[in-house]
């Protein structure tokens, strides 16, 4: 991708300003801009212009971001009330970050004084509202974007909770087998926002190994296991993970919510399914055994990658 032309940062703009271009051509197209609004132009051009590549639009906050991104964009205070505190963001991280409402949906099966490894943060929707939300709760964020972790961090301190969350850049895979933890939490990438186009979503396409593979290597850490999963994912796939473990794990699906609207599906596994006994605490059993030093709340690690 060419570099872009900072020059067409600066725009006094209400809010949203698109540009009718690709990124290639900002600079050329910026200056029909200012002749003739988009609206105006003759559904031809407009037709032509399409052709040349993803439209941009200027958000004074985030600077450039595609129209795709854009829509999420739009749902900013669902991803993250405090979103104008400052929150920091990549292309991403917009259009995978769960939704605060459902995150928090997810942080309550956690309780108080345990230890959750989420174990794909991305910029922190979940591991935020894990230690917002469980007192004592402390997380473990793993991602393998040192950007990602950057941005965790930066949002973390939006809400206080950075104290209560140990961010490590790594790969989940390579740091799996050192990792214990009372409640592993999992969410993913699942593509893109094209993930929808399929009718079925089977656990082979998940990113950046099938969700057979991602649970296993979960569940060596703890059976009690979250994973937060596309809406199209075939069902009966997810049940099936529960028999992965001998004897099988309690399993309990739920549809993940905002506002009325379906955003995913997420699979409870072990002690955290309601009704379950529930959790006896990592730090009440396994002390004995050596928890890894680093587990020591408040401790941050970064560069972890091996
Ligand atoms: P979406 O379906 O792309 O958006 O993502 P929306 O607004 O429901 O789309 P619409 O076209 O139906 O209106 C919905 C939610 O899924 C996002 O807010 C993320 O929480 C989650 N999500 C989406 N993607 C593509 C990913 C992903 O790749 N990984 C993870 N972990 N979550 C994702
Ligand atoms: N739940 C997060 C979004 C996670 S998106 C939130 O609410 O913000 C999935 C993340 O997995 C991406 O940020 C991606 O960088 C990360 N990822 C991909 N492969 C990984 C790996 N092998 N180990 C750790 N993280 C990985």
């Known amino acids: 991708m060419q570099p872009i032309d900072v020059e067409l940062a600066v725009l006094e703009t ?28 003759n559904p031809k051009k407009q037709k032509r212009r399409k052709k040349q590549g993803p439209c941009r639009k200027l958000i004074p906050e985030q600077g450039l971001i595609t129209t795709d991104i854009a829509k999420y964009w739009r749902q900013r205070y669902s991803l993250f009330s405090r979103y104008d505190d400052g929150i920091q963001m990549d292309e991403e991280g917009w259009f995978s970050a ?135 994912v075939d069902i009966n796939q997810v049940e099936e993970l529960s028999w992965l473990s001998s004897p099988p794990l309690n399993f309990e699906i739920e549809e993940s919510h905002v506002q009325g609207y379906t955003k995913g599906i997420t699979a409870y596994f072990g002690y955290i399914v309601s009704g379950s006994p529930g959790l006896s605490k990592l730090s009440e059993v396994v002390t004995s055994q050596g928890i890894p030093s680093f587990f020591t709340a408040g401790m941050r690690l970064l560069g972890f990658n091996h």
């Not at 569940?219 to 596309?230: D, E, G, H, R, V």
Request: hydrophobic content about 40%; glycine content about 6%.
């Open 98 to 232: 769960t939704p605060e409402e459902i995150a928090a949906t997810h942080a309550a099966r956690a309780s108080s004084g345990t230890i959750v490894i989420d174990c794909f943060s991305g910029v922190g929707g979940n591991a935020i509202q894990f230690a917002l939300r469980i007192r004592g709760c402390h997380v473990v964020a793993i991602d393998i974007d040192p950007q990602k972790i950057g941005y965790a961090i930066n949002n973390a301190k939006i809400y206080g909770v950075e104290d209560n969350i140990d961010f490590i850049v790594g790969d989940f895979f390579q740091l799996a087998p050192f990792l214990k933890a009372d409640v592993v939490f999992l969410s993913p990438p699942w593509g893109g926002p094209s993930y929808k186009k399929i009718q079925n979503f089977t656990l082979d396409l998940f990113k950046p190994r099938d969700g057979y593979s991602i649970f296993q290597v979960a569940q060596k850490i703890t059976p009690n296991i979250i994973m937060f999963l596309p809406r199209n």
């Open 14 to 41: 209400s809010e949203l300003t698109t540009f009718p271009c690709s990124v290639q051509n900002l600079r050329r197209t910026s200056a029909e801009k200012t002749k003739t609004p988009p609206s105006l132009l």
